[in-house]
């Protein structure tokens, strides 16, 4: 039955958006947490953890989620993830000075706003664009 759910679950793009959104994500806050651990700004965190992400993103989103191969759609991506990060800053600097000075926290609460906004850039700017 489970098996069954999960099958009909990955018919939808979302759905396959959230599987392959918790393995990209784990990577980069990981990797985010690790630059915390080091001493480096949330900032420049955030950025290294983006930059190193984005190739991998690119492949697992573009051919997973959107049955998507095209590699000519990689500067879109780039422009989407541009935009997310610095949403994602401006958010971590906002719930820093509203709800925790935290970073490990508000840096994962910031993952939320971040990846509706980064499904629904990819799904109408870099892959809804794609004619072929």
């Given at each position: 039955m489970i098996k069954t759910l999960f099958i009909n679950f990955w018919e939808y793009k979302f759905f396959r958006f959230i599987m392959v959104g918790i393995i990209n994500t784990a990577f980069?806050?990981?990797?985010?947490?690790?630059?915390?651990?080091?001493?480096?700004?949330?900032?420049?965190?955030?950025?290294?953890?983006?930059?190193?992400?984005?190739?991998?993103?690119?492949?697992t989103i573009g051919e997973i989620v959107f049955n998507n191969k095209s590699n000519r759609l990689i500067l879109r991506f780039c422009m989407v993830y541009f935009i997310?990060?610095?949403?994602?800053?401006?958010?971590?600097?906002?719930?820093?000075?509203?709800?925790?000075?935290?970073?490990?926290?508000?840096?994962?609460?910031?993952?939320?706003?971040?990846?509706?906004?980064?499904?629904?850039?990819?799904?109408?700017?870099v892959f809804g664009l794609d004619k072929g």
């Open positions: 980069g806050y990981a990797l985010f947490a690790l630059l915390i651990y080091l001493k480096f700004h949330y900032s420049i965190a955030v950025l290294i953890s983006t930059i190193l992400g984005v190739l991998f993103n690119f492949k997310t990060y610095w949403l994602n800053v401006f958010i971590i600097f906002i719930f820093k000075k509203v709800i925790s000075e935290n970073l490990y926290l508000v840096g994962f609460l910031a993952l939320i706003p971040v990846a509706l906004i980064t499904f629904f850039l990819n799904k109408y700017f």
